[in-house]
């Protein structure tokens, strides 16, 4: 049987974490810097992104061992960077240079499909496909609940939430959805809203800096120490966590989230942006609110939809890569310059990792 493919090292100055003890304010701040990746010892460096959400979350890792795709080689096309349940895409995701935009839920795909803006790819989420190389999976003494500290975005914060009431409310469950860890994103953390939340004495962690190449397995290293994982929202984190066998559910009040001034929605309140968007919100309130979460068959077609779990990898794997040939072709100049960028940035990561050998 052929060993699984992981790094050999995911958390910078540890062999191993333990999530249940949480990390200090120093540590979840050095997790979620830019200054990482320079620091731990791995063959990954940060390479600069051809197009943004295919490199983003540890995207462009994921391709790259899925489709055995040169590490040198840019991904040439455009994406989703989470889970999307919108039937539309944004103002970003039309006005690039990308010819084939990259999608896994099956609604979305139809919908863009019917627009013809761009020419849109059903494919299994990639992480589902390196979770799978990797070999991550459910840990047998997993216990204890995961809780999604739903996250803010540059100029987006969740406005008028009364967070007392909702640790309250997780404190009150029975005894199975103990112990309690909160995790955060890393938009989050640089706002220190950490600081905040520790207050409630529950342990705090992170999967760190969003473009980190070791971003994934960070996420899969922690999600898989428990049985049970929760938020007010429900964000891509609940389809993952479903896919390896987590069990997610949705508590309390659903939080508001405030535009001030980021240009790809509109200002004030944010809402569902589309019919497909609010269909789909609606579904997944409904499946997961109940307590305490059980299987059942529309949760999982549910969320097979969402990722494109019920798809051909192989026949997908063959396309992907004949598109990415195609376009790193069709793309060369661009292409060209962003290999040059890459060899920079690599020969920058080998030096620095010769005198950053310690955290």
């Not at 100055?13 to 830019?34: H, K, M, Q, T, V």
């Not at 039937?87 to 006005?95: A, F, M, W």
């Not at 559910?249 to 019919?275: A, M, T, W």
Request: charged residues 25%.
């Amino acid at each position: 049987m052929k060993k699984p493919i992981k790094p050999q090292k995911i958390w910078p100055n540890y062999e191993d974490i333990n999530p249940f003890e949480g990390f200090d304010d120093a540590y979840l701040e050095y997790i979620c810097s830019e200054k990482v990746d320079t620091r731990i010892k791995s063959n990954f460096a940060r390479l600069p992104a051809l197009f943004w959400p295919t490199e983003l979350y540890s995207f462009g890792r994921c391709y790259r061992l899925w489709l055995k795709w040169p590490d040198i080689l840019p991904i040439p096309v455009y994406g989703d960077h989470g889970v999307a349940l919108s039937g539309e895409l944004q103002e970003h995701e039309i006005n690039n240079k990308a010819a084939y935009h990259l999608s896994w839920y099956k609604q979305r795909v139809i919908s863009i499909e019917r627009y013809q803006i761009k020419k849109v790819v059903h494919i299994t989420h990639p992480w589902v496909m390196y979770r799978k190389i990797a070999g991550y999976n459910l840990k047998e003494k997993a216990k204890g609940t995961l809780i999604f500290y739903p996250h803010s975005i540059d100029r987006v914060e969740i406005i008028d939430y009364d967070w007392d009431e909702y640790f309250h409310n997780l404190e009150s469950l029975e005894d199975r959805y103990k112990p309690f860890v909160i995790c955060m994103h890393m938009h989050d953390v640089k706002k220190g809203y950490h600081k905040k939340l520790r207050k409630y004495n529950i342990p705090i962690v992170s999967a760190g800096e969003t473009l980190s190449p070791l971003f994934v397995d960070r996420f899969y290293d922690l999600v898989s120490n428990f049985l049970y994982a929760t938020s007010p929202t429900g964000g891509s984190e609940l389809f993952y966590c479903e896919e390896i066998g987590v069990k997610y559910f949705i508590l309390g009040k659903e939080p508001v989230y405030y535009n001030f001034s980021h240009p790809q929605n509109p200002l004030g309140v944010i809402k569902p942006r589309d019919e497909v968007a609010m269909i789909s919100h609606q579904i997944k309130k409904e499946l997961f609110s109940s307590l305490p979460p059980e299987n059942s068959y529309e949760k999982k077609q549910f969320v097979s939809d969402v990722l494109g779990l019920e798809l051909d990898s192989l026949a997908i794997a063959k396309k992907l890569k004949t598109i990415f040939f195609i376009e790193t072709i069709r793309l060369l100049p661009a292409v060209s310059l962003n290999i040059l960028l890459r060899l920079k940035s690599n020969l920058s990561f080998r030096i620095k990792s010769l005198f950053n050998s310690k955290y």
